[in-house]
């Protein structure tokens, strides 16, 4: 599953290379053709991450036009590309050609959502993500105090609505260095364990994110996702 680190790194990437850009050309079978149509002429004047949600904003170049929103999930093992083909991977599923830049996106889910209410809660979650500026330990812990009853901390680290953005390699990696076990649910949680699971959370959350804007190896930090069973 791409995490967090891999979605705001995505989102980076287009701020750069085409933001601000008019589409001139969409392909691919992620999107229905007709429905795909209407990015063409339209500026990408906005990207976001949410956690493992990438959302990118188009506007008309007419004055006071509506907004046309779309979400990017990118799944087990999507992945975005500008100017330049995947080295193992054949089959675009989204290709986006802007005036001076081709978006190439693989292995990804592609849908048109409401703009106003995907920036409405990219606001409100913002704080939760794990890899935003606008990260807030103190009310991502209160969270975490508030919906934890019976759930065992391995499905609420999986939870977005409560940590935005984190996977299977930031759950296991936090959680060790938590010093708490999986199954431990969540109502058992003291204020301070809570807290510090949290910050773990952050912490490896950042780290792996500069291991990949880095193109260092995540592994060597790994004390579990890459440990042998036996």
């Not at 989102?11 to 850009?21: D, F, M, T």
């Not at 050309?25 to 906005?46: K, M, Y």
Request: aromatic share 6%; glycine share 6%; charged share 25%.
């Amino acid at each position: 599953m791409v995490e967090g680190p891999g979605v705001r790194l995505n989102a980076e990437k287009l701020q750069r290379s085409v933001l601000r850009g008019v589409v001139r050309a969409v392909s691919g079978r992620a999107l229905n053709c007709s429905a795909a149509s209407v990015l063409i002429g339209q500026v990408l004047h906005c990207v976001a991450s949410l956690g493992k949600e990438l959302f990118l904003f188009f506007q008309s170049q007419h004055i006071d036009s509506n907004e046309t929103c779309l979400r990017l999930h990118f799944g087990m093992d999507g992945s975005l590309l500008i100017d330049r083909p995947h080295r193992y991977k054949n089959e675009t599923c989204l290709e986006i050609a802007f005036d001076r830049s081709m978006v190439l996106v693989y292995d990804t889910r592609a849908e048109f959502r409401d703009p106003i209410e995907s920036r409405q809660r990219v606001m409100e979650m913002r704080d939760h993500d794990v890899c935003s500026e606008e990260f807030n330990p103190t009310t991502t812990t209160s969270r975490l105090i508030c919906r934890g009853g019976d759930q065992i901390l391995a499905d609420l680290l999986l939870d977005q609505s409560i940590f935005p953005g984190s996977g299977n390699i930031i759950k296991n990696e936090a959680l060790h260095r938590a010093g708490l076990d999986p199954r431990v649910r969540g109502g058992e949680l003291s204020e301070e364990a809570a807290a510090r699971l949290v910050a773990e959370v952050r912490a490896f959350s950042m780290l792996f994110y500069d291991c990949r804007r880095r193109r260092r190896p995540l592994k060597a930090h790994c004390a579990v996702y890459c440990r042998r069973a036996w």
